[in-house]
């Protein structure tokens, strides 16, 4: 079974155009994240959620809007993409929010090219 | 801010060898500390997670050490196999948020 899954796993799409990333997990945690890897590989944190309330939002374009429907669901819409959105992005999950020693787990990561 | 740092950015070793990969990170004030690997255009799959209070934790033939003073970890592989060949990252976590290291790329020749 998929403990974090996302879709698509590949996305291109001209500039301007608005997309949408899916994510979700079925290990039953209350944190969901959102992580941007650029092509020199630096991960690097955009959003938390925990029990669908935002938590940590990084220095990230308003362009970026994540929901969260429930606390299996985490999905992230991009509105008007830029040439620089081109990343990895990965949703992450893990049991407790702010406190805890949990393992964060991760989806397998959608490649994102704007072209 | 906290900011975190791996060393070396690359590695190549013979199978066989024994080799230590370097993290470490300027706050102190962490929850904890933990190693994963990424494999090429894969995610990324834990290995090791170590508390602030802990010291170290093993599995298999992975080690990794966590000294909170000096703040600095290191993941310690033995008898590296080409199968080990991968990004290592090392990520610290603070209220909630995970803040990694550029990784090490590792290259085990057969």
């Known amino acids: 079974d998929t403990a974090v899954s996302q879709t698509p796993k590949y996305l291109v799409t001209q500039m301007g155009n608005d997309k949408s990333i899916k994510c979700e997990q079925n290990?039953?945690?209350?944190?969901m994240y959102w992580y941007k890897q650029d092509s020199k590989k630096f991960l690097k944190i955009m959003f938390s959620?925990?029990?669908?309330?935002?938590?940590i939002n990084e220095t990230v374009p308003n362009r970026f809007s994540p929901k969260s429907p429930d606390k299996a669901h985490l999905n992230l819409h991009i509105n008007s993409l830029e040439l620089g959105d081109s990343a990895v992005y990965f949703c992450?999950?893990?049991?407790?929010?702010?406190?805890?020693?949990?393992?964060?787990?991760f989806g397998p990561g959608t490649r994102l090219t704007v072209l | 801010k906290q900011e975190v740092t791996q060393i070396p950015a690359a590695l190549s070793v013979p199978e066989g060898e024994n080799l230590v990969l370097n993290c470490s990170f300027t706050?102190?004030?962490?929850?904890?500390l933990q190693w994963f690997r990424q494999d090429p255009g894969k995610g990324l799959t834990s290995l090791l997670l170590?508390?602030?209070?802990?010291r170290e934790q093993t599995s298999g033939r992975l080690n990794a050490s966590l000294d909170k003073s000096s703040g600095r970890s290191t993941l310690y592989i033995a008898a590296s196999q080409p199968g080990d060949s991968a990004t290592y990252l090392c990520a610290v976590v603070y209220a909630g948020k995970s803040t990694f290291g550029d990784g090490t790329t590792l290259t085990v020749k057969p």
């Open positions: 290990l039953g945690h209350d944190t």
């Open positions: 170590i508390q602030s209070s802990q």
């Open positions: 992450a999950s893990r049991e407790t929010g702010l406190a805890g020693p949990d393992t964060q787990y």
């Open positions: 706050d102190s004030a962490i929850y904890n």
């Open positions: 959620y925990n029990n669908k309330e935002l938590i």
